[in-house]
């Protein structure tokens, strides 16, 4: 509801109006909230967050405390231990572009709630998760297939991604100095070498990527041959959202 707002007064580009739909729909409307149109999906991110912005920070003025769709969590904020490093906020992204406003790692509740399970047990082992991504707005995902429009590494947002659900994260394995595990290739590196079934590798190397895997799949997570740090949530299954998040 709170997304859809935020999206409804970005493009009215009006915060009053903005404000005076939400006073009826809280208090009496019964209409479902509208559904942003697919047709935004194709414009430049940039637009999307920028209107967006513009609206949030007038919203900023009247809401003190900001609260996320139903269902939805913040993985910082439910276990501050995991690392963040999450690329599409900066220009270290294959695409080289900033494409969030800002860092968060936004999730379904389910999904970070396991996500915090396996902190907790790596934490045993003096091992910890580090997030590259979480959940990913839809306006990115067409930014991202623009760019790389390859099914075996970006999901086309037509068919929309498990990011696009807030059910898949890209992460790594940490030590307990949070320094990065040797995984072989970095975040998003787009070959044969990111590949699980990529066996000429250091043993240690295999040996982290099974580490990883391992616990994952312990915790509801299921893997794709072709990125060893992207993870899907099994458990459940979510609906495509396009929320953009506010940004201080
Ligand atoms: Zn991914």
Request: include cysteine; glycine fraction near 6%.
């Amino acid at each position: 509801m709170r997304g859809f707002l935020i999206k409804a007064a970005a493009r009215h580009s009006i915060f009053i109006m903005g404000f005076f739909a939400l006073m009826m729909i809280r208090c009496s409307s019964p209409e479902a909230p509208k559904q942003v149109p697919k047709a935004s999906i194709k414009q430049n991110p940039f637009d999307v967050i920028a209107d967006t912005a513009v609206a949030i920070d007038s919203w900023a003025d009247r809401v003190v405390e900001e609260i996320l769709p139903e269902g939805w969590v913040d993985l910082a904020h439910l276990e501050p231990r995991i690392i963040m490093d999450i690329r599409y906020a900066t220009k270290d992204n294959f695409v080289e572009t900033k494409l969030y406003q800002c860092a968060r790692c936004l999730l379904r509740t389910e999904v970070a709630e396991a996500l915090v399970q396996a902190q907790h047990r790596l934490e045993t082992r003096g091992l910890g998760l580090k997030m590259f991504d979480c959940y990913r707005p839809g306006p990115v995902q067409q930014t991202l297939w623009n760019t790389l429009p390859d099914a075996r590494y970006v999901t086309n947002p037509a068919r929309g991604s498990m990011h696009n659900r807030g059910a898949a994260v890209d992460l790594t394995l940490v030590d307990s100095l949070g320094q990065e595990l040797d995984m072989g290739t970095g975040f998003d590196y787009f070959g044969n070498r990111a590949y699980h079934t990529f066996r000429e590798l250091d043993e240690t190397i295999l040996h982290n990527r099974r580490q990883l895997m391992k616990e994952m799949h312990r915790a509801g997570f299921r893997h794709i041959r072709t990125e060893w740090w992207h993870y899907a949530y099994e458990k459940e299954s979510y609906e495509l959202s396009d929320y953009l998040w506010p940004c201080p």
